[in-house]
């Protein structure tokens, strides 16, 4: 139990103990003329007085305790749990082999678990083997008091991480051991509908979508199915992908987009999307925005080499299948020796670890105090000036 | 019933009760022009017989009614209406610095209680049929009541008291002189001040001197005495207009001895005149300084 300020600055109030010092020495104001008709016989000659005679000192000492606790209230004080030091954690990544970390791991009285949701210990079999690594490291970091010491033990192939670095405030022990995180099930390449709408104007630009769709099938044969129809026909539930080369996006359309589908549309203005292509000049030639559940790029001009200059290029097919695609998905393999966490310095004052140490306020008592010394300030304070009439 | 202007409140109950027991007289002569050097049985057809008083002693022994004696082996002394016409002068001082009280109790003055005394000493004269005048000096205040007896003289000079406030400071000794001509001689004055003004003690001298009795009362506040003030404090001299701050605790010492050596100056020179001085302090019963005058113990010549 140690004692905190949360906010030292508040103890900049205590400036104002100066007032009553100034307010208990200044005592021309406090007198009252009292007539005395003996006054002849007091003499004149008065030793000076050198030293600084304050009036009524236990009133201002009392007024002192009240200004200071004042000011200590305001610097929010609290009462903190020193954290105990904590046996220091070995944890191990489900797929390793028990007898090889506990070989691996030499510091006695650590305690052992999984480094799996929960942290079982290592009696228990741990729920899966697929654990996000990186994300229950950071988690652990969080949790654990900033003086714990970690140990962990990974496999020489990790999977599990996300695509950040790694930065811990703990300095963890990383211990590699031979061994490789199974293999998450590989997702089968589905086949991708692609449905076009279009108005009976927009017919020439059905060429330059062909000609995409048969580059995207050269290289994974099959798997892009095209679907042309008009503008009125409706959409198919499994098409994944959509391009309208209408004039207005239908209600079908939208409700389609809003339920997670990823659409091209024609003449779309919306200035305030994140552009998605730019051509040499810097010129926005497409802007991409969420909606809903799914994803809408907006051309702002209708699909033809005049206004889409990149139409042409050779790796058009390429962009547009990365753009209705969306950003791939960071690796999540790496070789253990290469993601070693970082370790971070404890950027803010606030940091999780302290914040979470148990801090009980004292403001309370605090207030309570405070109340009691202002009532007692105020009776021995009126007593003194009735003393002082009477 | 015609109530009393200010009596009431000026003799308490228990102050008029022990009042009866006091009687006023003077040391000296015990008249005027009614007794002469001669001892004669027949004292004039003007003397009329008042009553029989008790002997006391002090009293001269011719006046002792020997029949009397005889009759009832006790001593017992004449006294005529005319016998000791004496003429009691009670002087005021209403000067602003009568108007202190104490702190602790601040609707007495010090001239509320020379008020007090003066009421009880002219209850006294009344009883004996003597006649008494009021004078009060201070300030703006020059009062002169003329020597009379009578309920009626008693009437007019509580009227007169109840007036009296206390400001200013003594009138120069140019105007005292036709009072001190009022006062006749043989005449008892008590004299009812705190004489801090040295003029006041001059006139009580000059009355000494000029063989009128005069009893002088000191009348001081229990603030006076005692000094019970603390800190400091900012004093006002009511009668000069000074103001001093001071540091109570530090001039306490000083001035309770350079006070209590004048006040001990002032009851010694009177004495040396001849003058009967007691000092009186606020709170103490109106009839102490009578009682130390004029009671039992103190009738001696």
């Known amino acids: ?390 | 019933m015609n109530p009393r202007v200010g009596s009431p409140d000026l003799i308490p109950p228990d102050v008029r009760a022990r009042l009866r027991g006091l009687h006023l007289f003077a040391r000296g002569n015990a008249g005027g022009d009614g007794l002469g050097q001669h001892a004669s049985r027949s004292r004039g057809a003007g003397l009329e017989f008042a009553q029989y008083r008790a002997y006391e002693p002090g009293d001269e022994p011719r006046r002792i009614d020997w029949k009397l004696y005889a009759r009832s082996d006790r001593y017992f002394v004449r006294e005529a209406e005319r016998d000791s016409p004496l003429t009691a002068w009670l002087i005021i001082d209403a000067t602003a610095s009568m108007r202190q009280a104490d702190i602790a109790r601040p609707d007495v003055s010090k001239l509320d209680a020379a008020k007090a005394i003066a009421a009880c000493a002219i209850e006294l004269a009344l009883r004996q049929g003597d006649r008494f005048g009021l004078i009060a000096l201070g300030g703006s205040t020059q009062l002169l009541v003329p020597a009379g007896a009578g309920p009626r003289q008693r009437d007019r000079c509580l009227l007169e008291l109840a007036r009296i406030n206390a400001a200013g400071s003594w009138p120069g000794i140019a105007s005292q002189r036709p009072l001190r001509e009022r006062i006749a001689r043989d005449a008892l004055v008590v004299f009812l001040s705190d004489f801090f003004d040295d003029a006041a003690v001059e006139l009580a001298e000059l009355l000494a001197l000029a063989r009128r009795e005069v009893l002088t009362v000191q009348i001081l506040a229990g603030d006076e005495r005692d000094f019970p003030f603390s800190g400091g404090q900012r004093f006002l001299d009511p009668e000069s207009g000074i103001e001093r701050r001071v540091d109570a605790n530090a001039v306490r010492q000083d001035f309770l001895e350079r006070f209590g050596a004048a006040r001990a100056n002032l009851a010694r020179d009177f004495t040396a005149r001849g003058i009967r001085h007691v000092e009186h302090v606020l709170g103490e019963p109106s009839d102490a300084p009578l009682q130390r005058f004029f009671g039992q113990r103190s009738a001696r010549a």
Request: proline share 8%.
């Open chain 1, 1 to 390: 139990m140690s004692f905190a300020l949360l906010a030292p600055l508040g103890l900049a109030a205590l400036a104002a103990l100066a007032l009553p010092i100034l307010i208990h020495l200044i005592r021309r104001m406090e007198l009252r003329t009292t007539e005395f008709a003996a006054l002849r016989w007091i003499s004149d000659r008065v030793r000076p007085r050198r030293r600084i005679r304050v009036e009524r000192p236990w009133l201002l000492l009392l007024r002192l305790a009240l200004l200071a606790l004042l000011a200590v209230l305001l610097a929010s004080p609290v009462m903190t749990e020193v954290a105990l030091p904590t046996q220091p954690w070995a944890l191990v990544v489900p797929g390793v082999d028990r007898a090889a970390a506990q070989a691996a791991v030499t510091t006695s009285g650590v305690q052992w678990h999984w480094l799996a949701p929960g942290f079982p210990t290592l009696d228990n079999a741990p729920s899966s083997t697929a654990v996000p690594v990186a994300s229950l490291l950071r988690q652990l970091d969080a949790d654990l008091p900033a003086a714990a010491a970690l140990t962990v033990v990974v496999p020489d192939q990790l999977a599990g991480l996300d695509g950040e670095r790694m930065q811990l405030t703990h300095a963890i022990d990383w211990r590699v051991v031979d061994g490789r995180m199974p293999d998450s099930a590989a997702a089968p390449a589905t086949p991708i509908r692609f449905s076009v709408r279009y108005a009976p104007a927009a017919e020439p630009e059905l060429a330059y979508l062909r000609a995409a769709v048969a580059a995207w099938n050269v290289r994974e044969p099959g798997r892009y199915v095209l679907d042309m129809e008009a503008v009125s026909a409706p959409i198919a539930d499994d098409a994944r992908w959509l391009a309208w080369l209408a004039p207005d996006l239908s209600t079908q359309a939208s409700a389609w987009i809003d339920r997670g589908g990823v659409a091209l549309v024609v003449n779309h203005a919306a200035s305030d999307a994140e552009a998605l292509w730019r051509d040499a000049s810097g010129r926005v030639l497409a802007r991409q925005q969420v909606v809903g559940r799914g994803r809408l790029i907006g051309l702002p001009g209708a699909l033809d080499p005049a206004t889409l200059p990149i139409l042409l290029d050779a790796d058009f097919p390429e962009r547009l299948q990365a753009a209705l695609q969306g950003a791939p998905t960071p690796p999540t393999r790496a070789h253990a020796g290469d993601v070693r966490p970082l370790h971070a310095a404890a950027t803010s004052k606030a940091s999780p670890a302290r914040s979470r140490d148990s801090a009980r306020p004292l403001d309370l008592w605090l207030a309570l105090l405070i109340a009691l010394l202002f009532l007692v300030e105020r009776s021995v304070a009126t007593r003194t000036r009735a003393q002082a009439a009477a």
